[in-house]
């Protein structure tokens, strides 16, 4: 039997819904200016996924970086979300 897309298909879930509250949490005590710190970790993660040979950890470092990438869109659609009242604002940041 071959595992290796059930692997990948569960790392692919896992990853999505760790991201989901990164994302939150990221714009509530950061804001959107900490967008860049998601386009490092995607290209880390590109490269990564090119130099490994293995299929797996590659297909999953892979799936870390997109992810990543779509969490830039993510982060100023929960700003927002925020501003329409979704989700609560932090009273302690001051930038807009």
Same mark, same amino acid.
């Given at each position: 039997?071959?595992?290796?897309?059930?692997?990948?298909?569960?790392? *692919?879930?896992?990853?999505?819904?760790? =991201?989901?509250?990164?994302?939150?949490? *990221?714009?509530?005590? =950061?804001?959107?200016?900490?967008?860049?710190?998601?386009?490092?970790?995607?290209?880390?993660?590109?490269?990564?996924?090119?130099?490994?040979?293995?299929?797996?950890?590659?297909?999953?470092?892979?799936?870390? *970086? =997109?992810?990543?990438?779509?969490?830039?869109?993510?982060?100023?659609?929960?700003?927002?979300?925020?501003?329409?009242?979704?989700?609560?604002?932090?009273?302690?940041?001051?930038?807009?």
């Amino acid at each position: 039997m071959n595992f290796t897309g059930i692997v990948i298909g569960l790392s *692919a879930f896992l990853c999505i819904g760790i =991201f989901h509250p990164i994302v939150i949490k *990221a714009e509530y005590y =950061f804001g959107v200016r900490c967008w860049w710190l998601f386009l490092l970790l995607a290209l880390v993660c590109i490269v990564a996924s090119l130099l490994t040979t293995a299929t797996i950890p590659s297909t999953i470092l892979g799936v870390v *970086a =997109f992810s990543s990438l779509w969490s830039i869109l993510e982060l100023f659609k929960q700003r927002k979300r925020v501003e329409k009242g979704w989700f609560p604002k932090n009273p302690k940041r001051k930038d807009k």
